[in-house]
């Protein structure tokens, strides 16, 4: 099964020989995902003859800084160094958004192999990659905004780091993973966090990490990177469940968690899911409400479905105002402004609150 570690070695892997070494270093240009301006110049979208701000929900960055303070630790970081290549932000990442039509690009720390840290290394680890994180980020403020990697090991240490990074460094919430050592998130344990996010009234994105949480060991190998394809939206699926079954989302109705990926599986399975706790004798649910209803209000998903009917059916299910636009940036997966754009589901109101409506409200962009 692919591991934190084989994510993380793929990703330098990926761009072996590109070596940076600091955020304003430049890297190769990340692969075309569809559309695209004219070279050299700026993409700009619109709807119905009205120009639309883009924001995409969903990219991913690191911190090279990162490698100094865990080089002699036993943490699964990459093996091979510090983060290089397309994961380092530069100015090559702002010809790309130019170039895909996107005004800005919310940017996430993960995977979250971190979460193995001890208090201490945690404490100076979240610290490095939120003040860095924020310092490229202010001075590209039109371009980017930047979520916390707050370590949920300790979550009431997560909820300081949480409230440092939004009132000081201008973040917009937080960025986790689907469970902690597999410990799901809807424990009591860890509402401290889900308490400071809600408090904050910021937007926590949920991404996960090939489902080592649920499958056993070997499970996933294969042809196919079926710890990607099959694991994270089945990782993603059964944190949202669980938040909603065992009540984490009535007890903290504030709570606003954008899932990566289209939400798992949740959305394209919803039905069974939905008469649950009505049907099966030892489901034990405590949700107050049925589950689509949190689907509607407090879970966002992002638009990497990828297909014209995936997109068509997610909106179907929880509503254009629940779905936003994701691309997961510097990863190729194809999923670009157009298959917004070009949908024929969807009204001119519907793709503009897709594309960046929504998102600028919630994100105060």
């Keep these: 099964m ?6 993380l070695k793929s990703a330098a892997g990926a761009t072996a020989g590109m070596m940076l070494t600091g955020a304003g270093a430049g890297f190769a ?3 075309m995902q569809g559309g695209g301006a004219a070279p050299g110049k700026r993409r700009e979208v619109s709807i119905g003859g009205k120009r639309v701000k883009v924001v995409d929900v969903h990219a991913h960055c690191q911190i090279p800084e990162v490698w ?8 699964p970081t990459i093996a091979s160094g510090p983060p290089r290549g397309q994961m380092v932000m530069g100015p ?3 010809q790309w958004l130019d170039d895909h039509g996107i005004d800005v690009q919310v940017l996430t720390i993960n995977p979250y192999w971190y979460y193995g840290a001890d208090r201490e290394l945690a404490a100076k680890l979240v610290r490095l990659q939120d003040e860095k994180l924020a310092e490229w980020c202010s001075i590209h403020s039109d371009r980017y905004v930047g979520m916390s990697a707050v370590a949920l090991q300790f979550p009431d240490l997560a909820a300081e780091q949480l409230e440092y990074a939004v009132k000081s460094l201008k973040m ?22 889900w308490a400071k996010a809600q408090e904050l009234g910021v937007v926590v994105f949920m991404h996960p990490q090939g489902a080592e949480n649920i499958v056993k060991k070997g499970a996933l190998d294969g042809r196919g990177d079926l710890g990607n394809i099959i694991g994270n939206p089945l990782e993603t699926t ?9 009540g984490t989302l009535d007890r903290f109705p504030g709570v606003r968690i954008c899932a990566a990926h289209g939400g798992g599986y949740l959305a394209s ?3 069974r899911t939905e008469v649950a706790c009505q049907v099966r004798p030892k489901s034990d649910c405590e949700n107050k409400k049925h589950p689509s209803d949190y689907m509607k209000t407090q879970i966002l998903v992002d ?6 009917e995936g997109l068509r059916h997610l909106v179907a299910e929880v509503g254009p105002e629940q779905v936003v636009f994701g691309t997961d940036e510097p990863f190729n997966w194809q999923s670009n402004v157009d298959l917004i754009l070009n949908s024929p589901s969807l009204n001119d109101a519907q793709k503009e609150a897709i594309l960046g409506g929504t998102l600028v409200k919630l994100l105060r962009i």
Excluded: C, W
């Excluded at 692919?2 to 994510?7: G, L």
């Excluded at 100094?68 to 943490?75: A, G, H, P, Q, S």
């Design 2 to 7: 692919h591991n934190r570690r084989d994510f």
């Design 29 to 31: 240009q990340s692969a």
């Design 68 to 75: 100094e303070l865990v080089k002699d630790t036993k943490l």
């Design 92 to 94: 090559e990442r702002i």
């Design 172 to 193: 917009r919430g937080a960025s986790i993973g689907g469970h902690v050592e597999g410990e799901p998130l809807s424990s009591p344990r860890f509402d401290p966090f």
């Design 238 to 246: 059964l944190f949202l469940t669980h938040m909603i079954f065992d």
């Design 269 to 271: 399975y919803l039905g």
């Design 303 to 308: 638009t990497i479905i990828l297909t014209e």
